[in-house]
């Protein structure tokens, strides 16, 4: 199957990045190509765009589509939670630029394999990096009660997680779930029929707790954040798109807490913790896509685009 990845937010993130044409920038999640291409266009023979991304399928399909561009752009293979590493690596100190977009690519979700997807039956994986050891059948199969239980609720904000953990365990002692339309049946199962009739898909809050689960993703993002913002240079921006609350809620704290970093206790005449803001935030509250966009692509739909100025 072709690598797709329907950009989302593509126009408002490259204006708000102010691309120049002998900037560096780079792409920590670099998908199909789409904003590494919008941004490419943009930069002449003194430009560079760095991609990186941990899946290689979304490697190799960049690498066709930026193809004509390939004398300006780097494209690695790796993890955005790495972009310090990474990015100096290449022998570059500091970028005017990073661009985040936190989505999972519409090929992972429809390649059955991948098993991201509650709509299709596969393997249970999720592995956004297919070199990892972690899966969703390890997760599935492996962890306690207790754990499923916290992960459904915490990273799926699910209502039912303390009884989808309890139907989940009860399966698995007659045998190992192993695919994604077993789980599904596990979850309906769980859920009371009245509640699998209101709202969205009855696995959708559990797939999604999984998925956060096995590739770390709120993990990794506020440090990514923050090694990102130290590579910028003085007024360089950072934009993330995030795709559900609890990634908003993760930078929009991140930001605020760079922009007023100052632990003195309120009231306190003056500052004497000595810390000084490091960003200023853009954006006060998230841009989303216009309906136009949301009609063409329904997954855009949950999208928000934060982004910060580097002081």
């Not at 916290?150 to 190992?176: H, M, Q, T």
């Amino acid at each position: 199957m072709e690598f797709e990845h329907r950009t989302v937010l593509l126009d408002e993130t490259v204006e708000h990045l102010k691309v120049k044409p002998e900037g560096i920038y780079v792409d920590a999640t670099l998908g199909g190509g789409g904003h590494s291409l919008e941004i490419v266009k943009k930069l002449d023979g003194g430009g560079t765009l760095i991609g990186i991304d941990r899946d290689q399928n979304a490697i190799r399909a960049a690498g066709k589509r930026l193809e004509a561009y390939s004398g300006r752009t780097v494209l690695m293979h790796g993890n955005f939670r790495d972009i310090a590493a990474l990015i100096k690596g290449c022998g570059i100190a500091f970028v005017d630029g990073i661009v985040m977009d936190l989505g999972v690519s519409s090929h992972q979700l429809d390649e059955g394999e991948r098993g991201f997807s509650y709509m299709q039956d596969a393997p249970l994986d999720m592995r956004m990096d297919r070199g990892q050891a972690l899966s969703a059948r390890e997760v599935v199969n492996g962890y306690d009660q207790d754990r499923l239980a916290l992960i459904i609720a915490g990273y799926g904000e699910e209502r039912w997680a303390k009884r989808i953990a309890d139907f989940i365990v009860r399966e698995r002692k007659r045998a190992p779930i192993e695919t994604t339309g077993q789980l599904v049946k596990v979850i309906k199962a769980a859920i009371p029929a009245g509640a699998r009739r209101k709202g969205p898909h009855p696995a959708k809050r559990t797939f999604q707790a999984l998925r956060i689960e096995v590739n770390d993703e709120l993990g990794i993002l506020e440090r990514a954040i923050k090694d990102g913002v130290d590579l910028l240079k003085e007024g360089g921006r950072i934009c993330v798109i995030t795709f559900h609350s609890l990634e908003d809620r993760k930078v929009k704290r991140t930001f605020r807490q760079m922009e007023n970093p100052c632990t003195c206790p309120p009231g306190a005449p003056i500052c004497v913790c000595g810390k000084e803001p490091v960003v200023k935030v853009v954006t006060r509250k998230p841009v989303v896509p216009k309906e136009k966009e949301i009609n063409k692509n329904p997954r855009a739909r949950s999208a928000g685009l934060r982004v910060a100025e580097k002081l």
